[in-house]
């Protein structure tokens, strides 16, 4: 009976693989049941490995662990999907690189949510399919909503007052600000924002995740999401994620 309660049958998303040894890896796993965790599979860099086709970087797979005392290790691994499209463009696998690392750096360690489970799931699927830009700010305002990290657009995170005209943001409050508490300047990271570029945050957290591709976004207002949520994001963490620097290169 033991043995039976050290074994986890469950669905997983493989957020990340790095080399171990010669022949292992070390996995991330974001779980339908167990939330994240990390995993060992052996032999995985072999020729002959059954368990390689299961375990590919953003894979949507059937896996069961073995839970040790100090690490899981993967003993069967079989693929429900493996979004390949993301594995042949490569502005589409940068993003998908990207939103994994995000994923994983926001997100504890072995904390069962499956709203996080699915919502991350789904944006592996648009991300195979829709324009990945899109894709990737949709979901950056929504994993940031479900951790607590949402920002606020209807009133002043500093004195509460409602917001309405000449719209400025300040990303590491994560909200706008009025022009009394901003002392009408732009210091301090406060950043002028347009209303087409509020109406587009509301729309991201609300609308059917569906429909975003049925979305019609300026230049400018690209550029302004862009720079508010990557702000915002950093403050949220307290660094720079890494894939950014690549995916921002790549983009131009």
Aim: aromatic share 6%; hydrophobic share 45%.
């Amino acid at each position: 009976m033991k043995l039976l309660q050290e074994i986890l049958k469950t669905k997983a998303i493989v957020l990340r693989a790095r080399n171990y040894s010669e022949a292992d890896q070390l996995l991330t796993l974001y779980t339908e049941k167990a939330g994240k965790l990390t995993a060992i599979v052996k032999g995985v860099k072999k020729p002959k490995s059954k368990l390689r086709g299961g375990v590919q970087v953003f894979s949507h797979t059937n896996i069961a662990l073995f839970l040790g005392k100090s690490l899981a290790t993967v003993t069967q691994a079989e693929p429900i999907d493996t979004f390949s499209p993301l594995r042949e463009d490569l502005l589409r696998m940068s993003y998908a690189a990207y939103l994994a690392e995000f994923f994983d750096v926001i997100t504890p360690e072995g904390e069962q949510d499956i709203r996080l489970f699915t919502l991350f799931l789904i944006g592996l699927h648009l991300l195979s399919l829709d324009d990945p830009w899109l894709v990737a700010r949709v979901m950056e305002i929504r994993l940031l909503t479900e951790l607590g990290y949402q920002l606020q657009l209807a009133n002043c995170v500093n004195c509460g007052q409602k917001v309405s005209l000449g719209i400025l943001f300040a990303p590491e409050s994560g909200g706008v600000i009025c022009p009394d508490c901003s002392g009408e300047k732009l210091g301090n990271g406060i950043i002028k924002i347009s209303g087409e570029t509020i109406v587009l945050l509301y729309q991201f957290m609300e609308m059917e995740l569906s429909k975003i591709n049925r979305l019609r976004i300026s230049a400018k207002a690209k550029k302004e999401i862009e720079e508010i949520l990557d702000l915002h994001i950093t403050a949220c963490l307290g660094k720079k994620l890494k894939s950014k620097d690549f995916l921002n290169s790549i983009s131009v």
